[in-house]
């Protein structure tokens, strides 16, 4: 999942993305809110971890910019924990969730994937699609024969994007955007290894290639 992380708190971004890198997450930080609105308008992102107390622009404003523009992705908010007018009026604004500060990285974690599936129509910790089933807490993978696969983040990534979309026509430059952070965008041939990868875990019919276009999760 591609996430933008707009905090101006250094150390605690220097905290957490390694850790949502760890949780799976290709992560894109603004550290102001003319920035962070920016990027959030010019790029697809799954989800957003927004501060309200940011320089230059506040979050309240940068949100409610993001709504007038009809930009669906699910956004928590993060506010002083005893602020909690910030929490109403983030609420408002149209933010899906909120967590004070400070707080443990485990429950932002654990509130990023409820909405990651609330999004995605997924109630639980699996996404199933065409007899293969993608556990998300133990970034594993079972194909149809019931053999189970350990992923690396980047396989996980990738193999998340494509079951969250079956049937959906994906170009490598999509799928490079949410395996990679933009300063480290690879190489097309790159992908089509990682592709391959998967293939032999989940059989080659799997994923489709479209010649010119793409791949494609077959959605049976």
Not at 17 to 24: E, V
Not at 25 to 34: I, L, P
Not at 63 to 72: A, G, I, K, P, T
Not at 154 to 183: A, Q
């Amino acid at each position: 999942m591609k996430l933008l992380l707009v905090e101006d708190d250094i150390t605690l971004v220097q905290q957490l993305k390694p850790r949502l890198n760890r949780a799976g997450y290709t992560v894109e930080v603004a550290n102001n809110g003319v920035d962070g609105e920016f990027l959030g308008t010019e790029e697809a992102f799954d989800i957003v971890i927004l501060d309200l107390g940011l320089p230059q622009k506040n979050g309240l404003e940068v949100l409610r910019h993001w709504r007038r523009l009809n930009l669906n992705m699910p956004v928590i908010i993060l506010t002083a924990r005893d602020a909690w007018h910030e929490r109403v009026d983030g609420l408002k604004a149209g933010a899906d969730d909120y967590l004070g500060k400070p707080f443990h990285g485990e429950e932002l974690l654990a509130r990023l994937e409820v909405l990651i599936r609330r999004r995605f129509g997924s109630s639980g910790s699996q996404l199933c699609c065409s007899g293969i089933t993608l556990n998300t807490d133990r970034q594993q993978v079972t194909n149809g024969d019931g053999e189970t696969f350990e992923l690396t983040g980047i396989e996980y990534r990738l193999l998340h994007y494509l079951m969250s979309n079956p049937g959906k026509v994906i170009s490598k430059t999509e799928l490079s955007e949410r395996m990679y952070e933009e300063d480290q965008l690879k190489d097309s041939n790159v992908i089509e290894v990682y592709i391959n990868r998967l293939r032999k875990m989940l059989g080659k019919s799997t994923i489709e290639t479209r010649r010119g276009q793409g791949y494609c999760f077959k959605f049976q």
